[in-house]
């Protein structure tokens, strides 16, 4: 979540991958659709490069920290 710090988030990306998962009909679907990286993986890419795999929004892993604004 460090790496995507100060990514702009369009309400819009996170709406479509909401939609996707509430019709995900597998846990595999879910996992292609909402992908968890490795730290390898968002250590090697940048902050696009994670959105476009499929990471939206941070992951709310255990003890994160991260926050998320609404900007105009």
Known sequence: C???NGTIIFVAAALRQR???MAAESPEDTKAIAPW???KQIE???PEEI????VIMPPAHGFCRSTVV???
């Open 70 to 72: 609404a900007a105009n």
């Open 51 to 54: 959105q476009a795999s499929g």
């Open 44 to 46: 090697d890419s940048t």
């Open 37 to 39: 990286l490795s730290a």
């Open 19 to 21: 939609d996707a998962l």
């Open 2 to 4: 460090r790496k995507m």
